[in-house]
């Protein structure tokens, strides 16, 4: 079965540096999403992408964080300089064009631990 | 931003009887529900949907009601197994709202199958 992946499964980084955290979507799936959830906290929304471009953000998502389709299978997510409360589960979701529900795929997360 | 709530944060439940899982929503552009089940290290799976036009959706041992005059939901599973023990997620979205059609989540239910 499809499955989304998100490498790598836990980041380790000093407050300040760059991360990209990586996902491979399913393969035909043409919307794609960042979520974080903070330990002890609820899944949120960070920015939902489709057809190259951001459709829509949340207030987190500010211009520190960027989101890219660099080929035709990777989406990313950086991080320009983390800060302590980025630390989190950052999950990577996909939707096919043909959902009835909006049923989002989800990856199985990376952990970003910024010291 | 309390749009998704699920105020019980634990459930137990014997093996073979029915689990209950509760949701509760206030944002009226919401008609797309969907639950989740998450394992501790792994990212959200998806169990269920349902459309606002519909009351009721079956999945084998899972059925997702809805009542729109309330704006609750309930997530029923029968019958329930030690392998259901999770944390389940409530999730809600709003399609005519446009943007990436971004799922809101609700904090959680921690359900224990006990034998």
């Known amino acids: 079965e499809p499955e989304v992946t998100q490498t790598p499964s836990h980041q380790v980084t000093q407050m300040g540096q760059e991360v990209i955290l990586r996902c491979v979507p399913i393969?035909?799936?043409?919307?794609f999403y960042w979520y974080r959830q903070i330990l002890g906290q609820k899944v949120e929304f960070l920015v939902s992408f489709y057809n190259n471009e951001i459709s829509e953000k949340s207030e987190i998502f500010d211009d520190q964080f960027s989101v890219e389709r660099p080929d035709g299978s990777n989406f990313t997510l950086k991080i320009r300089s983390t800060k302590l409360e980025d630390s989190a589960m950052y999950f990577c979701?996909?939707?096919?064009?043909?959902?009835?529900?909006?049923?989002?795929?989800f990856g199985p997360g990376t952990r970003l631990t910024v010291l | 931003d309390q749009q998704v709530k699920q105020n019980s944060p634990s459930l137990s439940v014997q093996e073979g009887r029915i689990s209950i899982l509760n949701c509760d929503y206030t944002n009226s552009m919401f008609d797309y529900f969907l639950w989740y089940k998450k394992y501790p290290a792994e990212g959200p799976t998806f169990l269920i949907s349902?459309?606002?036009?519909?009351d009721k959706n079956e999945d084998g041992r899972f059925t997702v009601f809805l009542n729109k005059s309330a704006k609750h939901l309930s997530l029923h599973i029968v019958p329930s197994q030690p392998g259901d023990s999770a944390v389940y997620f409530c999730?809600?979205?709003?399609?005519?709202?446009?943007?990436?059609?971004?799922?809101?989540f609700g904090t959680g239910t921690q359900l224990k199958v006990e034998l």
């Open positions: 393969s035909n799936h043409l919307y």
């Open positions: 349902i459309s606002s036009i519909k």
């Open positions: 979701a996909s939707k096919s064009a043909g959902t009835p529900y909006n049923e989002q795929f």
């Open positions: 999730a809600a979205s709003a399609s005519l709202t446009g943007g990436g059609n971004k799922l809101t």
